[in-house]
């Protein structure tokens, strides 16, 4: 995109209602309207367009973005830090080992601490089926309680780095990739992506990834396909929002329980390993009483489950069935690649070694996208700023 | 404070002297004159104003802060980051577990390794009796050797962020609080404050914070009551410290061992728990002999008598006596919360929760503090250099 | 330097080619032609001077600078930090352990998702004989294979902070060190330099030290003698690097066996333990198979084998043989000290001490040299850009 481009972009932006999105968190894709969404991949393209041309995007001089991994994370932990430098803000990761929470404290009172100059909270919270969206929540509310006493002179923005619930920084960037890859937003009209679980020889991965998927897609009027194992449903209340986005966008959300069914003729496909729901809930239970015997044993059982669906695994045979034989291959990485990362994974070799380049892409567009929803919460006037940036035109290497 | 205040407290701040504080260390609030102690709150408070009118503070354009934690910390270390970050220094971590200090190097020689970008080095250092302070002072030595000789192009301040002997980060936003709650340091003249010892179950915690708040706190004319158990005094350096304080600034300064006593028609109470002295230096001769069994019995022996002052704990009925029964209740927190974080602890949680919003203001000038112990030091003409920022006026966020 | 010299030198760098090292990493000095070497040295220098001068270089104003440590690290941690810092841009540790890595992702797919919005990538990997360099090739291949893809804005560079080879952060260093110490490259001519092996209680220390300084100090027209046992041979790739090196430029590179005659005359020595290179690679070759076992038992004859060189100790007498009996010492720190970190080590006591400010000012020169490094690498016109920086004249303290 060149400078035109961007003045054009910015200019469109303007068209989009997303004063919704000032001082709100971002924790869940079908909490945003439609504007939202598409201000988000506007001001994400914008900043990609201005770090191509060396356009400075640093509209905080000091300020901190604080983060909070319940969960390891190579891809979203640099995406946040990449977008909080672009930003201007100093990254500072609250690590739970080295602070005093074990201490007793609530979260309402850790999450004032860390925020007296805090303007962005990323939260990664992802292992327990009814928690870690729960938390963000009680985070929000604790800093919103803290700003309105007078206690936090801003009130920090909760951006949801992944939950039990959602990916929205995955989801949204995925999306931003299907854009890119079909050439508009308008362009996924009509396209069928499946949306499939894959066996891996790992049990417990977060739903967050299909949910976020299947709650988000469905919205641009694509053909969403879930396709899973009888037992690894998902959790129905993002079903629902699946099928009302499905029915408000003019697309369709299907069910099944055959990777074929679901990669026939597919332009798009994602094959997943993901925890079945109800199990995952029942882990949770046994975590908050302690039965550490009872996991042990439900680890067990899910292992054995999840090997009785070895076949649900990506292969050149199942892409020969999608459209044209060419179906675009999404994955959140790291995937688990047969006679790579493992024995029996969720992908052949072969699928996911031509696949890289484009994987590489889908990966790219976090950082840019948590940049539009920390940018989106902090002004106001969000076309109005960038202008301002681009009439400034700092370099960003000077 | 809008910014004709803010020029009004730069040109109050002219007509105190600070130059003491320039390219010195901040190491026990007892060592600064009280021009300077009142420099400290005035820039602290210029700089809570400046970041409310969205003007920045940020005179490094590059440059480090050290920090270097021996304990955890979720408030301090988040303060520094803040100030720091505010400033515009970058913070770096120095985690003795992932360098080479295991190795037999010297304190002289990492002090000077570390520092060779570096404008300030925080230093957490508070388990050891004799060992925290000295080890700051240690490091002050070396970087001036630094200096010296060359090897370092600036010389970093040391800001202390907790040791064995002080706290004054904490008891120096303690005060500011205080000044903000009654109206000014004036105000603070005939107050009645309780430095009270508290039941918790755990043992062990520094005396700094009782030790800086009573070493502190006799200087601005207040009666000062330390309170505890007989076997819990405090270190006899500071409470002399604290005896020629009050003489001369018109306070008093009285040691009793009845909480009830110390409650009594008091503005503030600090109920707070903390270790024996001479418990805790025979601890860390145990420690330096390597007898980790008579380290164990010495706990066991802590705890049980510990668990002989179970009734000193903050109650409502202890509020009552204090005057108009609202007193305010300080605590540099986590607070051990009676049904809340253990069973048994230092306050109940109802005095606790309804003090809530105050207490969290009384931490959020903890940033600013350090951020004047650091800019005091760095700037010979420091009314100078803020008339310099206001007049400039960039905004924190463009 | 005061500023007139500072703009000279800016002069000076511009008849230097450097125009190699622009988007090119650097892993080996030998790699480097003689202008580049001499530009990273004329860069450090007009950095320390620009810095002296309190002149900002700060050339970008967002982007990351990723580290990645396999070993512990002190010195080049924070040297690395600072240089980061210096140029604007914010460091951002890949702590492998925090990280997906272990899902048995590759390296490419990982270099890939941290570079994003990385500048430069710093790596200490030193552990293993035949990884540690080869690990950073890789990463150098996986980004430009990535930038090529268009899935990389830009194209990080790769700065080797220590590898099994060669140290070149540290010798780069240590040779600033000498002209400086000495009054120009010029005067390093003739000189001797004792390159010696020396005992340390420890064992397995990377050969990448000694390797380093005999691959560039022979550059110089310097006599460098590399001394150690028989069996403590360093790689002979290196070895014959040093003779083509010795030849080209005038000096000489020989080996011996005597620490006594490597002295005899020696106007500079670099007393420093290291492992043998053979039992090195085998305890790759067992670490690789897994074979726990005969790695301990190799360990126990690494040791046995090294208390047999206990005389191997930079000592007074020793000390007395150089020079005027004043030959300079360096040390990459920390070193294994007499009766200080160690009962028996590497050197007595009272030379490291009186040594002790000249190798602290050694070390000081690390973070100019990365700095140069990366700003080499980014910057294809460095002298123009330099200039631009002191016309701008941007204060580092404002």
Redesign the interface.
Known sequence: MDKIGIQESVKALSQLRSEGMHLDDFLLTWERSDDEIAATFAVAEIF?GM??NNI?????????A?SL?RD????T???F??AA????L???D?DEG????A????V???A???S????VIGIRDDMYIGKGNAYMREVATAVQQ?HE?????QRPTIVNLQCDIDHPTQSMADTLHLINHFGGVEKLRGKKIAMSWAYSPSYGKPLSVPQGVVGLMTRFGMDVVLAHPKGYEIMPEVEAVAKRNAAASGGSFVKTNSMEAAFEGADIVYPKSWAPFAAMEKRTDLYGNGDFESIKVLEKELLAQNAEFKKWECTESLMGQTREKKALYLHC??A??TG???DAGEVAASVFDRS??PL??Q??Y??YIIAAMIFLA?FKNPAGKLM?LLNAG?????
Chains 1, 2, 3 share one sequence.
């Open positions: 990609r770090r191509q400075s995007a640093r509209v905080f001089d000091s300020g901190l604080i991994f390891n994370s190579t891809r932990r640099f995406s830090a990449s430098n672009f930003l201007g100093a990254l500072q609250l080295k602070s005093q929470i201490h007793g404290e609530t309402r009172e850790t004032n601490m860390v007296f100059m805090a303007d803290g006493a007078g206690i936090l002179e990485l790291p688990d690649i790579v990362s493992c890289r380049d590489y892409r990966a790219s976090k950082p902090r301002d700092f370099a960003r290497i000077r």
